[in-house]
């Protein structure tokens, strides 16, 4: 490995990722998401590597992220949808990225475009009460935008919603409401080509929540969005493998204590490591003495509290030397604790742990 710090991103697990779930789903299209520099993984590489797999779409929070990938000379279909309420949506449009729409003021302000017809998804709400139209607004909306489309203001090409996950029931009603609003457009007169409902979670178990185009996210990067399934049960390989290397070792006699607070003592003649990543890199301090990490072969404790740099790890009578590779999380069946086991020692999900990998960390693909 070159540094101290490092997430190495497996890009062929994304491409496989993407196949896999496509194969499984059938939809016309499939967006893979990339906000939040690709849940991590580094958001071109991931963007890159999705569209290698089959994803004819990529999906973004913010328009800075949709242009980030155009800069890196990415010229796929972009969707992006969470807008600063001032935002200036011209780059975007001049950058031909798909924006998702929420309000009246901003479908008002993406017509007088003076860059163009932009083309627009109409975000509708269905239960999670985030972004998106609500019912009431639906038909003024949608006549409103097919009005504008006419005019050749702008180009209506999608419309979609996002689901709860919270139960089979909450999901259906989300399923019944997208219906509505669809032919509420319809009504209106609005011919959309892209209908879209489901994140991974829905894209594979719900095929009523499929239409046009699955929006995937996690699955890309080979998590699974599920308590009872992991991602190798899905046929999902792990993306991203955290690494570090062994900055010291030490021997300690009974009742030495270990980092800030001294939450932890020994209780014999025990041997010690320094790892030189901490909550500054995304390693959940909540995990502090219950985590565990990869050391020549085999997972030893953390013990004591992680700090902003570094933890410490109980190693035993392993045999262990400075510079020896640290795996915090990896492929479970490399041996390695999964992104999963982090989220479960820190209260966490799966998303959290690969997405909050600090800026210190290099990723190398
Ligand atoms: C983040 C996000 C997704 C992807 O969700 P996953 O559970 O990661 O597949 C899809 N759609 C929207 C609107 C999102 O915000």
Redesign the pocket.
Known sequence: MSGIREAVIDASAIAHNVAAIRAAVGTAHT?A?V?ADG?GHGAVTAARAALAGGADWL?V?DIAEGLELRAAGIDAPILA??HDPFADFEPAVAAGLDL?ISTREQLERIAASPSGAASIQL?VETGLNRNGFAEYDWDEVFARAARLQRDGALRVRGV?S?LS?ASDADDARAVQAFERALAAARGAGLEVPLRHL????G?LRRPDARFDLV??????YGLS?FGDASGADLGLRPAMTLRSRVALVREVEPGAGVSYDLTWRAEQPTRLVLVPLGYADGIPRAASGRGEVWIGGRRHPVRGRIAMDQFVVDIGDAEVAVGDPVVVFGDPAEGYPSADDWAAWSDSIN?EVVTRVGPRVARRS
Do not use: D, E, Q
């Open positions: 967006m998401v906000k849940y999906g929070a949808w969470l998702g975000k979609f996002h996950n489901a994140s991974t979670a894209a929006r995937i996210g996690i699955g890309c969005p998303y």
